[in-house]
């Protein structure tokens, strides 16, 4: 219980203190910072271990046997290469880990786009132009691809397309803005909601 | 060879054995897939430490130099997290266990100092939309308006402004039941229209277009024509 | 001596922040409460869970960190108490490092309102690294990414895990975001495996996921403290975000009041000059 007080008294401290950057740059919110910093480094390395090495590499050593045990080894050496970029000498080798990552990444993103993504969203415009709506969306959809994807100056048909294209992507931001706005308020919202709420007791 | 070439080879292979698998799941394909992605998965946990190095040598050095309170509260909390972080997954075979010491870090210094930094951001976009949200286009004066009616129809005072509104119209139009105008909520359907209509065209059009320019990268990465992560 | 329009063009920023702060507080602080209104993107979310059979399996993944917590957090103890109060089995799992824990803390909080027990009603995964890979990974089978729990625990040793092995057994799954992953799962889980999918976003993440509605490769979309708000109107359990919304209404209001105010003034300037 005890500790439950001290930890609130702890956290609106660092919470007070990353609040005074509002009023000027000062040595709380640096040191805040720093806290940071240094702990979420370090809880990542808890995480590696305790959701990566230990359950993937070293439970799985201990666990399995006969060929499977030793084909292990092999993500293990790659995982350790990767460390030797931590030596300019030997920062090369890291290349190796590296490309294999990158290919997967590259192999698994080449095929998501095109089913996950392209197919069904060009499959999703193809609409019957029977409704306003309908019709505003395969035109928006084209339009934003026309300013956006042609590099070539516009003149006709294509100018008022791209004209077109930039009123529907102002629009878009505008949204997206109006809801960036409602998010960060959010989080204002939750900060404050702790210390009106956990550290002063002010409400229920 | 072995340092450039060898790369461009993983690669390649990595790359093409994922787009196969995709169209023939079956052995040997489906069963190497597995195993690739499983090692990804384990690869890209040390990547994560790479960081690390970077961080306390630099730390490391600034301190050498000379007495640096920062740098020592960075790596003071850095090992402090570990200590507490190795000690929880002794004593509680996992340090994430809710009464852990290292929980207890977490729930006191990461989730204040985390939220408390992306909070101070309100700040900065209420003064930002103060400063520099002009009507000085045609454009500007669009997004303006699109923000403001998504801002006014994706909250509860939306439709309080609006039966006020509402109120006015059926004042000077006594014709027109206020009742009935009060219902509309037309904020927050206009916000509804713009979100599923004009924003999602514009949206997917631009998602589109970074589709194909994610899928052209991905083919150059695997044919070895983009290659500047092994030059990097 | 400036006048009047010359001081509205040009308020401190430390005025602008203490009328934030203000606008924020005593809403709260006087515990205002205003009537939500519920989306049909929030709707069809709350049916699609609403719909499942008791026994049911929905898997929740904790895209988020303490970063986004105001927002997310809210969702996801309204989604979790919907399951519980319907006997909806639940697995947790993260492919935020920082947030996982988060995860713990709610389930935690519901599983005691409604008197749940850790491997019968629900697990906790944990976390792995590399999440594209894991998504299509646990397409095939689950335990090849978490053959135990996040505490080390075999998952064969909970009965309801034992018939779950990839996507087929999982009736829902519920991405909770505040990035780039819900695509992810869209993409990977939803495109190649089938998997319905409820994605519940931050404010900033929501937009973008609207053309994946529209083209029902997502069956609902929670977004931001909105969201959250509407989700515990229909599940009946006011929480932080109903809490919070008349504050989210004011500062709306104040920045719009800004804008305009920033706006006169700089159009009476712009003439003079």
Known sequence: MILNIIGTWLAATLTLAIFSFLYKDNPFYKLAEHIYVGVSAGFWVIYVWSFDIKPMLIDRFITTTGVEKWILLIPAILGILMLTRWFPKTAWISRIPLSFTIGIGAGLGVTASIQGFLIPQIGATLLPLTTINNILLVIGVISTIIYFYFSKEFKGTWKFFSRLGIIFIMVAFGASFGYTVMARISLLIGRIYFLLHNFLHIIP | ?232 | MKDIWTKLATIDRRIIYLLVFLVVSLPMIFRMIMPIRVSSEVKMAFSEIDNLKPGSIVMISIDYDAASEPELQPMLIGILRHCFSKDIKVILLGQWALGLPLGEIALNQVAKEYNKRYGEDYVNLGYRPGYTALMVGIGKEIRDFFPTDYKGIPIDSFPFMRKVRNYQQIDILVGLEAGATGDAWVQFAGARFNQKIILGTTGVVAPDMFPYLQAKQIVGLIGGLQGAAEYETLVRKAGSAILGMPAQSFVHLLIIIFIIIGNIGYFILRKRK
């Not at chain 2, 946990?45 to 740098?71: A, C, M, P, Q």
């Open chain 2, 1 to 232: 060879m072995i340092r450039s070439q060898l790369p461009l080879i993983i690669t390649f292979f990595t790359g093409m054995l994922l787009i196969i698998t995709f169209f023939i799941p079956h052995k040997p394909f489906g069963d190497l897939e597995q195993r690739f992605l499983i090692w990804y998965s384990i690869i890209s946990g040390f990547t994560v430490l790479l960081g690390l190095d970077s961080l306390v040598r630099y730390h490391l050095t600034k301190l050498k130099r000379e007495f640096n309170i920062h740098s020592l509260i960075l790596l003071f909390s850095l090992f402090l997290t570990l200590i507490l972080g190795f000690y929880s997954w002794f004593k509680f075979k996992t340090p994430f266990a809710l009464n852990s010491p290292f929980m207890y870090l977490y729930t006191y210094v990461i989730i204040p100092l985390q939220a408390t930094m992306f909070a101070l951001l309100a700040f900065f976009i209420a003064s930002a939309a103060y400063r520099a949200f002009r009507a000085r286009t045609f454009e500007a004066t669009l997004l303006l308006i699109a923000a403001t009616i998504v801002m006014l129809g994706r909250v509860p005072i939306g439709s309080y402004i609006w039966k006020g509104i509402a109120y006015l119209i059926s004042s000077i139009f006594p014709k027109i039941p206020y009742e009935e105008l009060a219902k509309k909520e037309i904020f927050a359907l206009i916000s509804d229209w713009i979100m599923n209509v004009p924003q999602n065209a514009a949206k997917r059009g631009i998602f589109i277009g970074t589709a194909l320019g994610g899928i052209a990268m991905s083919i150059r990465i695997i044919l070895g024509i983009e290659r500047t992560y092994i030059t990097k």
